[in-house]
């Protein structure tokens, strides 16, 4: 009988080669189905994902073979736990690859981000106004929401109790399920009732719009992170004799600096690619516009959706601006996670032993 606690092991790297093989195995596979069908469309999400399936299988065979039952039942469960992270991963590598695949040939040619769509009816274009539109309104519905939010996270953890505490926590839990359509109705009513136009539309309504979206998820995020802060910290802060408001401002705030920079990023990423608020409320244009709190400005979502909703003769043009817009909204996002990783690195307390 063969004891499993003695018998031979796989050589380091068998794992990972296991893995990359299985994948180049069905990507030739689906490159020959497609060959043959005289598809042009390659399906990369489905090889990784049966390549993926053919590696869990691979892995107990080979294991049992080499190493026995018993590592054979550990490797197995290991690539399983492996198979749910990559298929969890598949959504985002499939909206990837599209993306890339149909917009990065617009994305760089001349002009892309250098003109806007004023006069332009066909081919040509940029996406310049809508660039500008989407830093402006983001960025001021990021200085409304995320003070209040943050503000609003500290009263809970530091001060609230009873029934207002309870009340605000119910209150932001009912507004993170608000559907992003209603805060745009919201902004928009609340204008018209100020300005008395009925047609109000401005850049400025849409900050307002996302940062009715972007407080609930300050909030929420913020109030867990402060609570993983050690009641010993503010404990030996308050021994020192230094006051409550100093402790949160000194040690509370510092200490859970890069858990609340990321929650504010999640927040922006949650709002930044908004369309439907911000197509009724800041509403479209094809020209330029600078002024927040004047006349339409356009967003790259919103350019995005104008592009696909509003195709012209030669539809191509339009869709492959709307591919590449959409690109571009994605590098924004993936650049903005950067930075927040960045302030977090270098921001965050720095620990010693």
Same mark, same amino acid.
């Given at each position: ?36 069908? @005289? ?11 049966? @390549? ?143 300005? @008395? ?5 401005? @850049? ?6 996302? +940062? ?26 308050? +021994? ?26 999640? +927040? ?86």
């Amino acid at each position: 009988m063969t004891n499993s606690l003695t018998t031979g092991r796989l050589p380091k790297g068998t794992i990972w080669m296991l893995l990359l093989g299985s994948w180049a195995l069905l990507a030739l596979v689906f490159l020959f189905v497609q060959l043959a069908g @005289g598809t042009t469309t390659f399906n990369l999400v489905g090889a990784i994902f049966l @390549g993926t399936i053919l590696f869990d299988i691979l892995v107990f065979v080979i294991s049992y073979l080499v190493e026995g039952v018993r590592r054979a039942k550990d490797r197995l469960v290991t690539s399983l736990v492996t198979t749910a992270f990559i298929v969890a991963l598949l959504p985002l590598i499939s909206l990837l690859y599209t993306v890339v695949l149909n917009g990065f040939a617009r994305m760089i040619e001349p002009g892309f981000f250098s003109s806007s769509m004023r006069n332009v009816t066909d081919s040509g274009g940029g996406v310049l106004h809508a660039i500008v539109g989407t830093v402006e309104i983001t960025a001021f519905a990021t200085l409304i929401s995320v003070p209040i939010g943050l503000l609003t996270s500290v009263y809970l953890v530091e001060y609230g109790r009873g029934v207002l505490a309870r009340t605000i926590t119910f209150l932001v839990d009912v507004m993170t399920g608000i559907p992003s359509i209603v805060a745009g109705l919201f902004a928009l009513a609340l204008f018209v009732l100020l300005t @008395g136009q009925a047609g109000y539309r401005s @850049g400025f309504g849409g900050s307002i719009a996302l +940062a009715v979206l972007m407080i609930p998820v300050v909030v929420r995020s913020s109030e867990e992170i402060l609570k993983l802060v050690p009641n010993e910290l503010r404990e030996a802060s308050y +021994a020192l004799g230094v006051p409550k408001w100093l402790t949160i401002l000194k040690i509370v705030v510092p200490t859970s600096i890069a858990g609340i920079t990321t929650g504010i990023t999640l +927040a922006i990423a949650r709002v930044i690619g908004e369309t439907a608020p911000l197509l009724i409320v800041a509403g479209f244009t094809s020209s330029m516009n600078y002024d927040l709190f004047k006349d339409r400005m356009m967003t790259l979502s919103v350019f995005a959706y104008d592009q696909y909703a509003n195709q012209g003769p030669n539809s191509a043009d339009y869709l492959n601006r709307a591919w590449a817009a959409a690109l571009t909204l994605i590098l924004i996002v993936m650049a903005l996670n950067l930075i927040a990783r960045l302030i977090a690195r270098f921001f965050s307390p720095k620990l010693g032993r």
